[in-house]
């Protein structure tokens, strides 16, 4: 993965607040997204295709149409997590990253 540059955090700051994201894990989801600066996105994408590749599809992945699968694709192999959260947002799909964030790197972050 690339050294994230300015544009990833500007990015996630304009990232809106997930509506489907209970507001007490608005801040807390977000927190943890800022403070491991784009692991999430790469962590989420791969996970997501490995899983497509099975046949076992996550519902949100299956439901993006093949140009959107391979942008999220592209950027995956471009180490470019701010087009992931571009991506993902785009398609109402934010709130997949805060849910990620805090069930597989909460206690990366806390411990």
Do not use: C
């Amino acid at each position: 993965m690339q050294p994230l540059s300015y544009y990833y955090y500007n990015v996630l700051e304009g990232l809106e607040k997930p509506y489907d994201v209970p507001s007490a894990h608005l801040q807390e989801g977000y927190d943890i997204l800022y403070r491991h600066g784009g692991r999430i996105e790469m962590d989420l994408v791969r996970k997501a295709e490995d899983s497509n590749a099975q046949g076992e599809p996550y519902y949100w992945y299956e439901a993006l149409d093949a140009e959107q699968q391979a942008k999220l694709h592209k950027a995956l192999d471009d180490g470019n997590p701010a087009k992931i959260l571009k991506i993902m947002q785009r398609n109402g799909y934010a709130g997949i990253l805060y849910h990620h964030a805090r069930e597989h790197f909460r206690a990366v972050s806390t411990g």
